[in-house]
Every structure is written in structure tokens, then in C-alpha cells.
């Protein structure tokens, strides 16, 4: 049974009951409402969708960045041209590790992705990746700005559309997921969580 403070200051009740593919995972739902419960303002058995951030949190802090590249690529100062290497790498990277397995890298479709994705889970072994979508999507990346003549640039972060990817994954615990994936280090805002139409979101 579910209680929730509607807006409006009324209260609003209904029942929730898990999917079949949940049930075998309710530990994991205790132990996220024990260490959120302060944060859940109403009583749940079972989540739409789960859309989780992960990042590296060193490279939320443009300086950090530097330092990263000044000590372990030995690259200062960070030029427009080293962010670009960095994605350029990352597409090679992808484009490989795909052939080699036989892996779709898809453009994704103007309708529902949900849909367009399903038949490449029919067979799919637990853990298995089934396909790459990639599509431009807006995201809050980390630029370089600055003078190539006299090679000084700064870092910071800024709206731009970008091409992301995303990883759908037939995960042994969890089902239908997909991991999103830019080639620039971005800035993530607050976690959500949610699930919908049988696929789990993680995004990072």
C-alpha cells in the first residue's frame, strides 16, 4: 500500500505490488529504502524505473582534471585538441571492442527506444550486451577555452549537444539495463531514480 503528500497537502493511498522479476530482489530494495527512507516521503514495494548517476567525482573540478592530465599523461597545459583526443580515443575504442564481438552500434530511433530495442534482447545471455545506441543528446560537458596561438586555455563546464552511448545489457540480476556513456567528462546533477517498460536505467 502506498501513502503519498500530494501537493496539495491531500493524501493519496494505492497498491503496489512487485514484478515477477523483482521478487527475488527484495534485499536490495530494504537495504536502498533503509539508507533513503529519510528522503522517501511514502511507502513503496517496488520502483518504475531506477536511473542512477555514476562519475568519477575528481573530474567534477576542472583543476583536477589538469592535474590529472599534468601527472599521469603529462599534458599541460589541457588544449580544445586534448578534450577532442580524449573522445576521438573513446570512438576507436568502441568501434573495436564492438567488431570483436559482434556487437550492434546503432543510430537510435526517433520513436521509442524501448521498442526499437527489444528484439535485440530475444536469446540474450545474462550479462550479455546487445546492442549500442548512440544519439545527440544535450549534457553539461567539460570544455577547453583559450588562445591556440599562444597556447593558454581554462576549463569549464557548459551546455552542449553531444553524442552519447548506450549500452543495453541483459543483466543477470536486474534485467533489461543500459548504461549511457559520453566520450567527455561531464557534470552529473542530482540522481533520480526510476524504471519503466522493463528497462532499468543507469547513466554515468
Not at 527484495?26 to 537495504?31: K, L, P, T
Amino acid at each position: 500500500m502506498i501513502s503519498q503528500q500530494l501537493p496539495d497537502g491531500s493524501a493519496a493511498t494505492g497498491e503496489m505490488s512487485y514484478p515477477a522479476e523483482f521478487t527475488s530482489a527484495g534485499a536490495s530494495m530494504n537495504s536502498f529504502y533503509e539508507h533513503h527512507k529519510d528522503s522517501i516521503r511514502f511507502h513503496y514495494r517496488c520502483f518504475d524505473r531506477i536511473l542512477l548517476n555514476g562519475l568519477i567525482q575528481p573530474f567534477q573540478q576542472p583543476e583536477r582534471v589538469i592535474g590529472f592530465f599534468d601527472t599521469y599523461r603529462q599534458l599541460y597545459p589541457v588544449s580544445r585538441g586534448a578534450l577532442h583526443g580524449v573522445a576521438d580515443r573513446f570512438q576507436q575504442w568502441l568501434r573495436q571492442w564492438s567488431e570483436k564481438r559482434n556487437i550492434p552500434v546503432l543510430e537510435a530511433p526517433k520513436g521509442r527506444r524501448d521498442e526499437f530495442i527489444e528484439p535485440y534482447f530475444k536469446g540474450a545471455k545474462p550479462d550479455e550486451v546487445v546492442a549500442v545506441l548512440k544519439a545527440r543528446e544535450p549534457a553539461r560537458i567539460m570544455i577547453a577555452i583559450g588562445d591556440r596561438t599562444v597556447n593558454r586555455w581554462h576549463l569549464q563546464f557548459a551546455e552542449r549537444w553531444v553524442v552519447q552511448f548506450n549500452f543495453y545489457v541483459n543483466d543477470e540480476r536486474w534485467g533489461r539495463t543500459f548504461v549511457r556513456m559520453c566520450r567527455r567528462p561531464k557534470r552529473e546533477r542530482n540522481p533520480r531514480y526510476r524504471r519503466n517498460n522493463g528497462i532499468l536505467g543507469s547513466r554515468s
